[in-house]
Each structure stands twice: as C-alpha cells, then as structure tokens.
C-alpha cells in the first residue's frame, strides 16, 4: 500500500495558481457528487508485456491521468498488472479510496484540495505501471486469471458501480491459449464449456473499456469476438464503441451506468 504524500492545502493552491498562471491547463474543477450518487469502483488493469511498445504505454499514462480527473468523492480506484503465467503469481496491486467530503450537507473548501492533492499523488504513482523503464521479458500475458482478480475486487465492492478499463492488446499468451498471431485459439465452445463447469470469474454489471486492441484484420476480429462472447457469458457490458486500439479518451461513464 503506498503511502501518498501529504502536501499542505495552500501549497496545492499556490501550485495550481502558478500552472494556470503560466499558460498551463489547470485541473478541472472536481465534480460534486449529488445525493443520489453511486460511487464508482474504477479497475484500471495494465498490460506491460513485451507486445506492447513504449508509445503504448505513454498513450496508457496520457488515458489515465486524464480519466483521474473524473474521480468523485468516495470513489475507489484499484490498479492491477496483468499476470503473466498464472494466478499463483503475486499481483502487482495497488488499492486507495477517493478521499469523502468532510461533511456531506455542505461543500467545504479543503474537500476539493484534498481531492486535487488525492489526483495528483496518485498521477505520479501510477507512472510505475506505464514507464518504459526497466521492462523485463514477459513470460507470458494471462489476461484470462487476472480477471479472476478483477472479479474479487467487484466482489469486495458490491455497492459500487465499476469501470474495468483493460489496457491491453488482448492477446492473451500462455500454455492454455496464445493468441498472438492466432497460434493456439480456443475451439468454439471453450467459453460455454467452462462456465459449465463454474471456472469462469463473476464480472457481473461490470463496463469494460479496453484500449490497445487492434480491429482492423480478420485476426484481431477474431480476437475480438471471443472477448466479446467472454464478456457477455461473465456478466460484463461491453459495448462495441469500447474496444478501441488508440482511444482519445476514456469517458467518465461509458456504458452509461450513473
């Protein structure tokens, strides 16, 4: 659990002042939670394989720092590596909640500085999980078990609504499958077979957004196809608009749940 720092409120105004001041875009103003707002669980998962190039991964970190701003008081946000081999690794996990407002019948001042200096930290740490420094061979891509993982955190949160957002060429790459030029595809029922015998993860209500997947050859369709059967047979949503290869940015809601 990293451990953010703590910047005092009139530092974070000053610096906020001076960006703006000198040309920069400044932060958004935060938006307000109403009365009837669901908090949202927002799953960001990073695939940082060898199939995915440097560029990626700053489109990845450009995508994240600006989705942060969407952030809402009481929001949860969980960053996950996507596993290599199998779920007997010990994931790369990161957890923290979006700081709540200090009372809930009024707007107070220090709750938008908390949440700026909240954004902001988180930004910075993030970054591991996109740099293009000191990336070692994978071994593999199990995109397939690290959604088991993404099923216990919708499950720790069931009051929340939740935004998986895969950054990933979906190309899921080990000794069961390995889609990577369609060396070892799934046979036609390999989906409906396991949820007969109950293997499948529960992503049940779930919006998937994935980001870095290609579309435009007959294999990356057939990619597509079969995440998209997967997703429908889990429960998620995953609407065609959200599998993208190089999405301009990730909406606030993209399968209009809120």
Partial sequence: MMRLSRLAPLAVLLVLAFVAGCGGDPPPPPPEASDDHVPELLVLVYDRSSSIVDHELEHYQ????????????????????????????????????????????????????????FIQDVRDYLVRYTNTDEREPAMGTDILSTLHLVAAELSAYPHHRATVVLFSDMLQANEVMNMEGLVRMPHARWIEEQAERGT???????????????????????????????????????????????????PADPCGQG
């Avoid at 579309?215 to 997703?231: G, H, L």
């Fill in 62 to 117: 450009e995508l994240t720092r600006s989705r942060l701003e969407t952030l809402r008081h009481g929001d949860h946000l969980v960053a996950l590596e996507i596993l290599e081999l199998s779920l007997q690794e010990d994931p790369n996990r990161w957890s923290q909640p979006v700081p709540t407002r200090e009372r809930q019948d009024r707007v107070m001042p220090r709750d938008s500085v908390n949440r700026a200096r």
């Fill in 200 to 250: 499948l993860p529960d992503l049940s209500g779930a919006c998937i957004v994935v980001v870095g997947a290609r579309v435009d050859t007959s294999a990356s369709q057939r990619v597509r196809d079969f995440w998209e059967e997967y997703f429908e047979v889990t429960g998620a949503v995953l609407r065609p608009g959200n599998y993208q290869h190089r999405a301009v940015r990730i």
